[in-house]
């Protein structure tokens, strides 16, 4: 996760190639490939394949005789009785009597995504593991290759300067590096190719050849080679770096592993790829290191100790995966098309773009800067929407994408560059120091749960979609976030510090909106901000820019309930004590929406929300729900910091909003889609309890009365799932009460994957289990089953009736993870008191008004004891 990722499509091609932040090759590099040589004794039986099956693009429908490419290569797979499997982050591919009836071959892909192992899974490496049993009666000679261009995918191996050099490391593990120098002022990006010598396996390399004529060893050339003698000479290991590549040449180069299997016997060969890309550099100039490089180092050599220790290694990786996954494989209640569609998704935390740099989290600054915070919070009111600073160093924006960086513009970012990169850099400590040092014993003994923050996991980015490029959308990873919860509980919480820090920063830059076309300012105080940026996450935020997201209404609340959620599930005060600050500066910036002095926040007639074509008017009961969530949220968390007198306000707030919002809404039926009188104010939306979904999952009480809730999602399920292909579809997100699908815009008359799965998830924790599958089983038959879109490993965003999808690759549909988190709770808040939060909470006399700013006690919480007699959750000291 975060080191740049490759993502390998089921008939074995390499693609989706995202090294480069923000940038993805969605095109197979075809030179890419595994290939097998046979040869029986007594010479009679010969084969010659790449295991590539199918007809491949780039490869032309008809071969010249003359050809030096790689269309010259033995393309000889029907693959018609061949089958791929995939658990992510693993995957098999068995080729059943090809090329070779006598011989079975599978091959095993394992990646190292180890949950709550914050060392193993951040690192760019990847294992094939080949078993050949030979079912005939004569001894078969196996050859394996595996090559490799000198690519970044797209056009970049023609850009010239590209080495390629062969190395022999320790364990009888050998390959060759490429050395690939980027573009466009990119830092560079080494690959390795290699493979394991055994008692029972031989290795050798062909360090470079080439794809045309002109190359000194061509592709035709080496697969000649290959067919004649089944390896290269071992005198190619002493050749050295390679001369660089001209532009317009393709540089290429492989590594074979030969063996003989007996028959009836049986052998296994390994390979490994990896890759160094120790710099993270966005386009705005900011730099950092990656996460592994805590572990590896910055030397391009680096790709070399992470093939190696692959093959050394991925035994204990499968055995870790195994431990995970296995629980839920095994469990007989839960479906099977759940089980592995659960798995599957969770590519997107490699494939999503995703970057984990090694910089320290500035919740040390957060800590440091919390009594300020806090002082300011009393004695001042909620912060206008104004830019601070006026001396002319804003610059006018048109496009978020281009604006000009101003560090000075943005409160609070002095010195962030220089905290950042504090203790990032490994340049003068050797790759064998930093993996000694790493490595304790044996791997075993490092501890793949509960990892403390003493060890700092770093800063973690993840994109929308890779057709949606802004990093942590939180709107979105309202809905994703319950995979890193579960999984990666560290880095899960360093996001919410981000967003924390981010709460109570502005940043002053004018920026151009542009569906109305007005201006307003980049980053607005109190505001959470709809993304860390694109060009320069952290830094400059709010790369969204076709609404001013300042004003939308979900925002603010997805924080609240998501900080409580993790602060419930965890016990980490400090967490608590690090972020309260941001929370209560996001509730009460979301006093301002209020405008009758119902306790309600009311939209304002355009689309102010994560539906962003979506119009709502009034109260609606997407917002409105999530709003009574966050009060309810924001009182608890209120109470168990120590901060009484808040606890108090949210707490009246709530007890006014509530009955408030069931009158302007509530049909007897459902919750209407808002108080307005449009054509589709009376729509069923199908993420009308996205607010109770958070209550249930962080042990709050509920929202509404029992009945209400159920009889809400019977709605939903028989209209929006049931009448949309005998729900075979997943949820359409708006549906009129007359059975027709509301077609008021684009997103109202699509089926959210993402949104579908937090209905599910919503309806186990109602006690809907029967008709939650059911309805997430919808999004599995549409978009992962044999007969359905083919949207394997690209989930995107939403799909139509019709099948039109948009959005492939898309970070919402991670919310399966809610399912798995409302079936397992964790135990925190399953042992929570059950006496209701709410009740606890004891009212002083009325306060006129709304939230007042007032003595805050959180400011006193980090020098006291870390366990409260009152806590919803239990805490050993």
């Not at 300067?161 to 560079?188: I, M, Q, R």
């Not at 055995?319 to 007989?332: A, S, V």
């Not at 306000?649 to 009188?677: H, I, T, V």
């Amino acid at each position: 996760m975060g080191s740049g990722s490759i993502s390998r499509g089921f008939r074995g091609e390499f693609r989706q190639w995202q090294i480069i932040p923000s940038s993805c090759e969605a095109s197979p590099v075809m030179a890419n490939q595994f290939s097998i040589f046979i040869s029986r004794d007594g010479g009679n039986k010969n084969f010659a394949s790449v295991l590539a099956p199918g007809q491949h693009e780039g490869l032309g429908s008809s071969k010249k005789p003359d050809d030096q490419g790689i269309s010259s290569w033995g393309w000889n797979l029907s693959g018609q009785h061949s089958t791929y499997h995939a658990l992510f982050p693993r995957a098999w591919t068995i080729y059943d009597g090809e090329p070779d009836p006598e011989l079975k071959i599978s091959c095993r892909q394992i990646s190292p995504f180890i949950p709550h192992n914050y060392r193993e899974s951040s690192l760019p490496a990847a294992v094939f593991v080949y078993t050949l049993v030979n079912t005939g009666k004569e001894r078969a000679k196996v050859s394996l290759l595996f090559t490799w261009a000198n690519s970044l995918g797209g056009s970049s191996h023609l850009s010239g300067d590209h080495v390629n050099e062969p190395f022999k490391a320790e364990d009888g593990v050998s390959g060759v590096l490429l050395h690939h120098k980027t573009a466009k002022g990119n830092p560079p990006v080494t690959f390795a190719i290699a493979a394991c010598e055994t008692q029972n396996v031989s290795v050798s390399v062909l360090p470079s050849f080439g794809l045309s004529e002109g190359s000194s060893v061509t592709a035709k050339g080496m697969w000649s080679k290959m067919v004649k003698d089944g390896q290269f000479e071992q005198e190619n290991f002493k050749s050295g770096p390679s001369m660089p590549s001209s532009p317009g040449e393709t540089l290429c180069a492989a590594v074979a592993a030969s063996t003989w299997v007996e028959p009836h016997g049986k052998c296994t060969v390994a390979f490994s790829l990896a890759w160094s890309s120790p710099k993270v550099k966005f386009v705005k100039g900011s730099t950092f290191n990656r996460r592994y490089t805590k572990f590896y180092g910055t030397s391009e050599k680096a790709a070399m100790d992470l093939a190696h220790d692959a093959l050394t290694h991925y035994n204990w990786w499968e055995e870790e995966i195994e431990k995970w996954q296995n629980p839920i494989l095994k469990d007989e209640t839960l479906p099977e098309w759940y089980k592995f569609t659960l798995f599957n998704e969770l590519y997107f935390l490699v494939a999503g773009g995703t970057i984990w740099i090694d910089s320290p989290l500035l919740s040390s600054s957060i800590r440091n800067d919390q009594e300020d915070q806090a002082r300011e919070l009393e004695n001042s009111a909620v912060k206008e929407t104004e830019a601070k600073m006026n001396n002319g160093r804003r610059a006018d924006v048109e496009h978020t994408t281009d604006s000009t960086y101003d560090s000075a513009a943005i409160a609070g970012h002095n010195n962030v560059d220089e905290k950042l990169n504090k203790g990032v850099s490994h340049e003068n400590e050797s790759v064998d120091t930093l993996r000694k040092r790493n490595y304790t014993g044996t791997l075993h003994s490092i501890s793949t749960r509960n990892q403390q923050c003493d060890d700092d996991v770093g800063r973690f980015l993840y994109l929308e979609g890779v057709e949606y490029i802004m990093w942590c959308t939180y709107d979105v990873h309202f809905y994703a976030s319950f995979a890193l919860l579960e999984l990666f509980p560290e880095i899960e919480l360093n996001i919410q510090r981000d967003f924390a820090r981010a709460v109570l920063c502005e940043d002053g830059r004018k920026v151009k909106f542009l569906a109305e076309g007005n201006t307003g300012i980049r980053k607005v105080y109190g505001a959470v901000p709809h993304d860390l940026g694109t060009h320069d996450p952290w830094y400059e935020m709010n790369a969204y820019n076709i609404h001013d997201t300042s004003k939308w209404k979900d925002l603010n609340p997805k924080f609240v309930l998501q900080v409580y959620r993790d602060f419930a599930a965890t016990g980490d005060l400090q967490f608590g004590v690090d972020v309260w600050p941001a929370v209560r500066a996001a509730m009460e910036y979301m006093e301002q929406f209020d405008r009758d002095g119902d306790g309600l926040i009311e939209n304002d007639g355009f689309p102010d929300q994560t539906y962003d074509t979506w119009t709502v008017h009034g109260v609606s009961t997407y917002c409105g729900c999530l709003w009574l969530a966050a009060l309810q949220a924001a009182a608890a968390m209120a109470h168990e910091l120590g901060d009484r007198d808040f606890a108090e306000r949210c707490k009246r707030k709530f007890l006014k909003a509530k009955p408030a919002f069931e009158e302007k809404l509530w049909n007897g039926s459902y919750f209407n889609y808002d108080s307005g009188s449009s054509g589709n104010s009376k729509s069923i939306q199908a993420d009308q309890l996205a607010g109770q979904w958070y209550t249930a999952s962080s042990g709050l009480p509920s929202l509404f009365e029992d009945f209400k809730i159920k009889s809400a999602l019977r709605k939903v399920y028989d209209f929006n799932v049931m009448k949309i292909k005998g729900g075979r579809m997943g949820a359409v997100n708006g549906m009129h009460p007359n059975g027709k699908v509301d077609e008021t815009c684009m997103q109202s008359r699509e089926v959210w994957t993402g949104v579908t799965y937090g209905v599910a998830a919503t309806m186990i924790l109602a006690g809907m289990e029967e008709e939650a599958f059911a309805t997430a089983e919808g999004i599995f038959l549409a978009g992962w089953s044999e007969d359905g879109y083919g949207y394997w490993f690209q989930t995107p965003e939403a799909w139509t009736m019709d099948g039109h999808y948009r959005s492939l690759m898309y970070m919402r549909p991670l919310a399966i993870w809610g399912m798995q988190y409302a079936i397992n709770r964790p135990k925190a808040i399953l042992e929570a008191p059950k006496m209701n939060i709410m009740d606890r909470i004891h009212l002083s006399p009325p306060v006129i008004g709304g939230f007042s700013h007032h003595e805050t006690r959180v400011k006193k919480i980090a020098s006291k004891a870390r366990c409260f007699s009152n806590s919803v959750f239990h805490c050993a000291c």
